[in-house]
């Protein structure tokens, strides 16, 4: 599997990403989206996400379900905050449940590829690439309990530092998640190219910290000196002290995007799929770890979703980025 990025072709951006002005866009994207499926998947209805297979023989009806979140610095702290969901996933399945640690999103993305991951929530740039290569067919969002959700790309530095605006980037050092992220990569790319004329590794230099975390540490601890994050893990590690607010200073701001989506593989029987999603749509978070740590990012339920809807500016964004899937 390889996500290939290309140079865009007369792309123009104002600066709300969520506001894009080419929305004749969004129609290519989704003929894109289809077009860069895996031959390993069918897509008869036309809802670009992979359909479960016709052929029974193919259905997977594992005794233990392997569950992972999207990467993070400390996964140890994450498994025990999903712990309580995951209980409440066994009891609704009849499965044991086992919480997958990964270190990276390419990590994340192989172990779905393979069949080694049957619930997973991947990171809002990762969705496309697992939907298209490793079958993954999402259906629920974090939100607020007035139903609102999403987060926003941040640009940070250190406080002290030479970059006080956008502009300042030019000739300095921005720090990137992964090349799958939306945020922590195509987004900020995005906006850089169209609205300040400026080319990774021409303009400014870079770096991959590999997760949201590691970027913000590593402008705290002043490794890189600027960075491209997700605000909802930022407002998490504030909450839970492992970084303050004066040990950073946010030059930039972006609209709202989707969050993390939750979903499945797309070869579990149909009824293990209904059971999975039931869980996680009459799961209590009221007392429990997730409530605990997901209120730090506004987050207090599961809300359906669909990807064709809710992904369509992350398809249209990372079409400006000129991105394709070379599944197979």
């Not at 792309?11 to 290519?28: D, E, N, P, Y």
């Not at 990137?176 to 195509?186: Q, W, Y």
Request: some cysteine; hydrophobic content about 40%; aromatic content about 12%.
């Amino acid at each position: 599997m390889r996500v290939h990025t290309h140079p865009p072709k007369q792309h123009s951006f104002l600066r709300s990403l969520l506001s894009v002005a080419i929305t004749g866009a969004f129609s290519f994207a989704a003929l894109q989206v289809s077009a860069d499926m895996s031959s390993r998947y069918a897509d008869n209805d036309g809802d670009l996400v992979a359909d479960i297979p016709a052929d029974e023989s193919q259905w997977v009806d594992p005794d233990t379900l392997i569950f992972a979140y999207t990467p993070v610095e400390d996964p140890a702290v994450y498994a025990d905050v999903w712990s309580d969901f995951l209980d409440h996933l066994a009891e609704a399945t009849g499965k044991r449940v086992q919480f997958f640690p990964v270190q990276s999103n390419a990590a994340q993305q192989e172990a779905l590829r393979a069949g080694r991951l049957h619930v997973a929530g991947f990171n809002t740039g990762g969705v496309p690439v697992a939907v298209n290569c490793g079958g993954f067919r999402p259906f629920t969002i974090m939100a607020a309990d007035d139903g609102s959700f999403g987060y926003e790309m941040e640009i940070i530095t250190y406080p002290g530092s030479d970059i006080e605006s956008v502009e300042d980037i030019q000739g300095s050092q921005l720090a990137f998640t992964s090349p799958t992220s939306n945020s922590g990569f195509r987004a900020p790319s995005a906006l850089l190219r169209s609205e300040y004329g400026m080319e990774a590794d021409e303009d400014f230099e870079t770096a991959f910290s590999g997760s949201h975390d590691n970027s913000i540490l590593g402008v705290v601890n002043k490794d890189y000196e600027a960075a491209a994050v997700a605000n909802s893990v930022l407002n998490r590690m504030l909450a839970r002290d492992v970084v303050d607010e004066d040990d950073y200073v946010s030059i930039f701001t972006s609209e709202t995007f989707p969050t993390t989506a939750y979903g499945t593989a797309h070869n579990l029987t149909p009824e293990l799929q209904e059971q999975i999603q039931e869980a996680f749509f009459s799961y209590d978070w009221e007392g429990s770890a997730l409530e605990a740590e997901f209120a730090n990012s506004g987050e207090a339920q599961f809300i359906p979703i669909t990807y064709e809807q809710h992904w369509n500016v992350i398809r249209t964004i990372a079409d400006a980025n000129g991105v394709t899937y070379d599944c197979d």
